[in-house]
């Protein structure tokens, strides 16, 4: 695919660079707020970003599929949207007390408004944002993340070390927004997008409405086990429960979102061109999983002292959490594909399907589990995972025939990898008295030699990937090599 590896480059170095400064403001703010706080913060989020899942019905992602956009596609993209957000921020506003009320949370409902006016502000970069998508601009996009997460970042700490509290997160949202807006508009400084138009709401509305299914889906899919955690249990329990899942996360976002946000528009060009999925898909699960599953072991025999770095030793108890996020996990490489590839063919039916199969489910396992606390909540994952995977990856084999051994095969270099990586920190565990809650120095020794060890198993198993560094390599020789 033409133009890919440099899409995956800038989308890539845009996420490494977002998840440092995140790691560290996460890290921070972990130790400015309260269990208590944090909670409320991400109830106050989970019922936010619930409700504005609504405004995928009017998104402005068709911009990239179609195989021509004229200006009354961007404009009707941006007047659906806005008019949508306007009818959702009002409510939110009218609510914001009685939700409130509901968790004994005066405060939320000051946090509740100002997302909510955030998220209205949001339309004005979003066609935009599309628009550089459907062109691969990755290079402007990451500047406009890296500059977004970097002035959110900022004011929350300010703010949090000010005795903000809680609300030091819903001010950097505002601000994270008005950065992202301000730069889309520097980029793309053109009045015309912003002109009111419905000339083209069938063909907004016909993409938005299985893609706003799919959102709203997975939303409460993340959000309502919280809400009803925090009805269940406590606020501090919540809060929790969202540090394990940040902390958690961290593979998602550094190996899989880089890909993700390129998936969709490369995938969508190739079907434009005719060309065929399966060996991109095959090759694309090859090719994450040499990085994804090492990451994912890494952490699960390392979640003492990484929970002990990032968030600091008051949140000890998350990290037999992380553990099992992490095991849960290592069945989620496929998603990054099979969702973009639905949504490239145009099967956005199926790719609703998927979502209203698997994520209701899921989220009913997770609820119930969260009667038993959240360790059971997080257990549980255990099973909802691998179970989201195997209905996604069912549908993705409607467009894209595939056996189920092929991606066996396709992953199997990548297991190989991911045992050399583990091997030197499972010794470096065994002689600790297999005791996970490592030393600083050990868990440091172990990352250098697992790295040594990621490296060896590249290089013994011949992975595809051992051609891409030494392609790398090679560049960067012809380019920094002395002239003779």
């Known amino acids: ?97 009685w939700i409130a009320s509901l968790y004994g949370e005066a405060g939320l409902a000051a946090f509740i408004r100002v997302i909510a006016a955030a998220l209205i502000l949001d339309t004005f970069g979003s066609p935009i944002l599309s628009l550089l998508r459907r062109d691969l601009a990755f290079r402007s996009l990451a500047a406009i993340s890296v500059a977004t997460v970097i002035v959110s970042a900022a004011v929350s700490i300010t703010l949090a070390a000010g005795g903000f509290g809680f609300m030091s997160l819903a001010w950097a949202w505002m601000a994270a927004t008005l950065t992202t807006v301000s730069l889309a508009i520097y980029l793309h400084p053109d009045p015309w997008i912003f002109a009111p ?58 190996i899989l979102a880089g890909v993700f946000n390129v998936a969709f528009p490369a995938l969508a060009s190739e079907v434009r061109a005719g060309h065929g999925l399966k060996e991109a898909m095959l090759k694309a699960f090859c090719y994450i999983t040499a990085f994804y599953w090492p990451a994912l072991t890494m952490m699960a025999l390392l979640a003492h002292p990484i929970v002990h770095l990032v968030l600091g030793r008051q949140w000890d108890a998350a990290a037999p959490l992380v553990q099992m996020i992490a095991v849960a996990n290592l069945a989620w490489f496929p998603v990054v594909v099979t969702q973009p590839i639905l949504m490239a063919v145009n099967a956005m039916r199926h790719a609703f399907l998927s979502s209203l199969i698997a994520m209701p489910v899921s989220a009913l396992i997770l609820c119930g589990a969260s009667l038993f606390g959240v360790e059971a909540m997080v257990a549980s994952q255990l099973l909802t995972t691998p179970f989201q995977i195997y209905v996604a990856l069912s549908f993705a084999r409607r467009h894209v025939p595939f056996k189920w051994a092929e991606v066996g095969l396709a992953v199997r270099s990548s297991a190989a990898v991911s045992a050399f990586s583990v091997t030197p920190a499972l010794l470096i565990i065994a002689a600790n008295g297999f005791d996970f809650d490592l030393a600083a120095w050990s868990a440091v020794l172990a990352t250098v030699l697992a790295a040594c060890g990621w490296m060896a198993g590249i290089w013994v198993t011949g992975h595809p990937v051992k051609t891409e560094i030494t392609d790398l390599l090679k560049l960067i020789n012809r380019h920094f090599s002395p002239i003779s």
């Open 1 to 97: 695919m033409p133009g890919i590896r440099t899409a995956v480059l800038f989308s890539s170095a845009e996420r490494y660079i977002g998840l440092a400064i995140n790691f560290v403001n996460v890290a921070v703010i972990s130790r400015l707020l309260t269990p208590t706080e944090i909670g409320i913060a991400a109830i106050g989020t989970a019922l936010v970003t619930i409700t504005i899942s609504l405004r995928e019905f009017a998104t402005c992602a068709f911009l990239i599929q179609g195989d021509e956009v004229t200006r009354n596609d961007v404009q009707t993209a941006f007047t659906v949207q806005f008019l949508l957000m306007a009818m959702i921020g009002a409510v939110l506003v009218l609510a914001a007390p």
């Open 197 to 254: 138009s419905l000339a083209c709401w069938r063909r907004a509305l016909a993409f938005g409405g299985y893609n706003g299914a799919i959102n709203m889906l997975t939303r409460l899919y993340e959000g309502i086990p919280q809400l009803v955690l925090g009805r269940v249990l406590s606020l501090s329990a919540v809060g929790l429960y969202n540090r394990t899942v940040v902390v958690g996360g961290v593979a998602d976002k550094f």
